[in-house]
């Protein structure tokens, strides 16, 4: 009679161990690829078709795929004001935003102290509430009736038929307050990791305050401040809630064309040519912004 041992579970070879630790990255990286095929790859393919689609269709009729790469020079013809106004009020926006955030991301990372942690509450606060909330706030606070119009005519800095509701001013301040946080945050981060040492042999080195901010606080805070600005211009150069609550039809930005063509005309060959020439325009604007600052590993 022949004893065999007891047959015990197969351990896996080192190969299938190492084959199998290769693949984990990439299954943990199924969901999220999964939805971003779903939510964005479908509706952007789809977004694509219905900018080609015959223009004299219409919801009650539809649309015939024609191929229409009409639809892209008329809406450029028709709408480059709007286009051209979206890009100035954001990087209008921008300007104002970078002068009030850097000093308080500096303020908050290098001299808060034990407020640090309070006054980072404060930047993110107004992110608790709606946006639309937000903004109606600030048409009340620019209102012509309210304290602070009052205030300036007061003063003399407004005509007594001035106002500030209903301007450019108006939506280039409710871009600023709106999107600020996100310029905040990434600038905080990378003010924060910064070395007070470094700042320190600076000055002993004889460098005064503006050469130390010029040649080490600036290029050590570069990531944040790419990330930052990237992060305000994207969303501000497509909003349109700022304009349609806080100016006039002269101060629509192509946002608000957009709305109007999918929910208003329901020209959606419009609508979506568009999007599409929005988002084509952003990113040309992002990728020479890059590249101009040579920061193409930020990404």
Known sequence: MTLRAPSGPAHPTPAARSGGRRLLPYLLLLPGAAWLLLFFGVPLVQLAAA???????SLSTGYAMTWAFGNYPDVVQAYWPQFLRSFGYAGSALVLALLLGYPLAYAIAQRAGR?????LVCVVAPMFTSFLVRTLAWKTILSDHGALVGLLRDVHLLGPDGRLLATPFAVVLGLT?????????????????????????????????????????????RPGLVAGTLLFFIPASGD??????????????????????FLVRLDYPQGAALSFLLMAAILAVVFGYLRRAGTEDVL
């Open 115 to 119: 407020w640090k942690n309070l006054l």
């Open 177 to 221: 307050y709106n999107f600020l946080p996100f310029l905040v945050l990434p600038l905080y981060v990378s003010l924060e990791r910064m070395d007070r040492r470094v700042l320190e042999a600076a000055a002993d080195l004889y460098a005064n305050p503006v050469q130390v901010f010029r040649r080490v606080t600036l290029p050590l805070s």
């Open 240 to 261: 349109y809630i700022n304009a349609e609550l806080l100016g006039t039809p002269n101060e629509y930005m192509i946002g608000n064309v957009i709305d109007s063509a």
């Open 51 to 57: 900018s080609l689609y015959d223009p004299s269709g």
